[in-house]
Nanobody, 119 residues
Framework: QVQLVESGGGSVQAGESLRLSCKVSGIPYGIRTQNAWGWYRQPPGKQREMVALISRGGGTSYADPVKGRFTISADSAKNTIDLQMNNLEPEDTAVYYC??????????WGQGTQVTVSS
């Protein structure tokens, strides 16, 4: 059974940093064998949106609003996916979800972790 468990959310002031971590279990041969893995977020009253992704080919992609501030990384040995968020803005307030897309592009999701940034 595939499980994704996020941690590291919280409440901070604008300009501060947070680091989110996601532990993935139950995926045969680990996250590196999947099509993509990364982070999404859902701001209050809005739809879920991509934040940062790593593809199996090694490429990374970021949403425009977070470029230069957020950094995604993954540890294939530990099956963890981290998101370093610097210079946070109130607009970054959202529930953040870890996600993995398997070889059939089927999506698996964590339960989400709340990030609140106040001005």
């Amino acid at each position: 059974q595939v499980q994704l468990v996020e941690s590291g959310g919280g409440s901070v002031q604008a300009g501060e940093s947070l680091r989110l971590s996601c532990k993935v279990s139950g995926i045969p041969y680990g996250i590196r064998t999947q099509n993509a893995w990364g982070w999404y977020r859902q701001p209050p009253g809005k739809q879920r949106e991509m934040v940062a992704l790593i593809s199996r080919g090694g490429g990374t992609s970021y949403a425009d609003p977070v470029k230069g501030r957020f950094t995604i990384s993954a540890d294939s040995a530990k099956n963890t996916i981290d998101l370093q968020m610097n210079n946070l803005e109130p607009e970054d307030t959202a529930v953040y979800y870890c996600s993995v897309r398997d070889g059939s592009w089927r999506a698996f999701w964590g339960q989400g972790t709340q990030v609140t940034v106040s001005s």
